[in-house]
């Protein structure tokens, strides 16, 4: 099995609907708007400390950088996974220069 066709031997057979989610860009609660928002701070939040690590890799403050870049992956990674859960796409919002 290979590629596509692969896939589609896969997927023979199956409802649409099981394939397919319909999602949101938008929340329709505030907790919803918070997790969107939250996405978007945390997005912003990592994309600085990964600069401040290219910038210095092997540097003191590389490495202070280095260790904000993984704690924001982690939450980065948790936020999103709560948006898709309720049915949100995560947003990646690059922050206003």
């Known amino acids: 099995m290979d590629g596509l066709s692969g896939l589609r031997d896969l997927l023979a057979g199956q409802p649409i609907a099981d394939l ?45 950088s280095r260790l904000v870049a993984l704690a924001a992956m982690h939450s980065f990674d948790d936020i999103n996974g709560s948006l898709v859960r309720a049915g949100l796409l995560p947003p990646f919002q690059m922050p206003l220069a």
């Open 20 to 64: 397919l989610r319909a999602t949101r860009r938008v929340g329709d609660t505030d907790a919803e708007k918070a997790l969107l928002q939250s996405s978007d701070s945390t997005y912003a939040q990592l994309l600085e400390a990964l600069g401040g690590f290219y910038r210095d890799p092997f540097g003191d403050s590389g490495g202070e």
